[in-house]
């Protein structure tokens, strides 16, 4: 039997301030209810531009605190007037000094669920991370929603395997990878991790990634936000590498036990086999 999801993406440039970056995508979690999406997930630091291509302590004025912050709790209230699962990927300030990269998951009743903190910094030219954030210490949570079994990694995180696998085997269904990562850098693997983590891990991907160049730098951030099911098959077109855009699809997610059944990869792991591979 199908048990289809409708679920969303938004990929968008900075517009120039906080205030109508959030009005931004309030719209379109508006847009995306009214075309029947039940979970939808913004890009990586969603509410300012992607400030680490520059080293400044300004930028740490857009840290909040999760969940007791304004943007989560109007993100609360939003979810909760439109009956949609959210996943919001902030900059977070557990106490001064101490910030991390994280995405808050509020359910379709505007509870909050918990967070997901991005375990892999980069620091490297244009991605300046470790200025602003500590590794996550979260592990990889996966929440229970209206909308199914949703896990978060974030960005970097995409080029380690064994987050991606510790999701899977925590149950998720869907997993939700916000970023922000530039044409020049990484575009020739942005249509291969992904899949290839959903086909090894057996679930749905949703890839995010802003668009635009921002005044900090000259990242080109190129969009083509998609989802991809556990074979590898996009689902739908994928999006514009220079518009803003909503992306709306329906998952059914009854394929993944059928592709589960038909390889039995968690099965077949041998988990006694790689301790070496967790030595330091």
């Given at each position: 039997?199908?048990?289809?999801?409708?679920?969303a993406?938004?990929?968008t440039?900075?517009?120039?301030?906080?205030?109508?970056?959030?009005?931004?995508?309030?719209?379109?979690?508006r847009?995306?209810?009214?075309?029947?999406?039940?979970v939808?997930?913004?890009?990586?630091?969603?509410?300012?531009?992607?400030?680490?291509?520059?080293?400044?302590?300004?930028?740490?004025?857009?840290?909040?605190?999760i969940?007791?912050?304004?943007?989560?709790?109007?993100?609360?209230?939003?979810?909760?007037?439109?009956?949609?699962?959210?996943?919001?990927?902030?900059?977070?300030?557990?106490?001064?000094?101490?910030l991390?990269?994280t995405?808050?998951?509020i359910?379709?009743?505007?509870s909050?669920l918990?967070?997901?903190?991005?375990?892999?910094?980069?620091?490297?030219?244009?991605?300046?991370?470790?200025?602003?954030?500590?590794?996550?210490?979260?592990?990889?949570?996966?929440?229970?929603?209206?909308?199914?079994?949703?896990g978060?990694?974030?960005?970097?995180?995409?080029?380690?395997?064994?987050?991606?696998?510790?999701?899977?085997?925590?149950?998720?269904?869907?997993?939700?990878?916000?970023?922000?990562?530039?044409?020049?850098?990484?575009?020739?693997?942005?249509?291969?991790?992904?899949?290839?983590?959903?086909v090894?891990?057996?679930?749905?991907?949703?890839?995010?990634?802003?668009?635009?160049?921002?005044?900090?730098?000259?990242?080109?951030f190129?969009?083509?936000?998609?989802?991809?099911?556990?074979?590898?098959q996009?689902?739908?077109?994928?999006?514009?590498?220079?518009?803003?855009e909503?992306?709306?699809?329906?998952?059914?997610?009854?394929?993944?036990?059928?592709?589960?059944?038909?390889?039995?990869?968690?099965?077949?792991?041998?988990?006694?086999?790689?301790?070496?591979?967790?030595?330091?």
């Amino acid at each position: 039997m199908s048990r289809v999801i409708r679920a969303a993406l938004f990929q968008t440039a900075w517009t120039g301030d906080k205030e109508s970056m959030i009005q931004v995508h309030e719209q379109a979690a508006r847009d995306a209810a009214a075309q029947g999406a039940q979970v939808l997930c913004f890009q990586e630091l969603f509410y300012g531009p992607y400030f680490c291509q520059v080293q400044d302590p300004a930028f740490y004025e857009y840290a909040e605190q999760i969940p007791e912050g304004p943007t989560v709790r109007r993100f609360q209230a939003l979810a909760k007037e439109l009956g949609i699962v959210l996943v919001l990927p902030m900059y977070e300030e557990e106490q001064p000094g101490v910030l991390y990269n994280t995405a808050a998951v509020i359910d379709a009743d505007g509870s909050y669920l918990g967070k997901y903190r991005k375990t892999h910094i980069p620091q490297v030219r244009g991605f300046w991370e470790k200025f602003y954030f500590r590794p996550g210490n979260s592990g990889w949570p996966v929440f229970d929603t209206k909308a199914g079994r949703i896990g978060v990694y974030i960005c970097y995180d995409r080029h380690f395997p064994e987050g991606w696998r510790a999701l899977g085997l925590a149950g998720a269904e869907i997993v939700f990878n916000p970023s922000a990562t530039s044409r020049g850098l990484s575009g020739y693997l942005w249509q291969l991790e992904q899949p290839a983590a959903a086909v090894a891990n057996e679930y749905f991907v949703g890839a995010i990634n802003r668009v635009g160049v921002e005044e900090l730098g000259d990242n080109d951030f190129y969009g083509t936000s998609y989802f991809v099911d556990p074979e590898a098959q996009f689902v739908g077109e994928v999006a514009s590498d220079k518009e803003t855009e909503l992306v709306v699809r329906d998952l059914d997610l009854a394929k993944l036990r059928a592709v589960r059944d038909r390889w039995q990869f968690y099965r077949d792991r041998a988990p006694g086999a790689y301790t070496p591979l967790t030595a330091p």
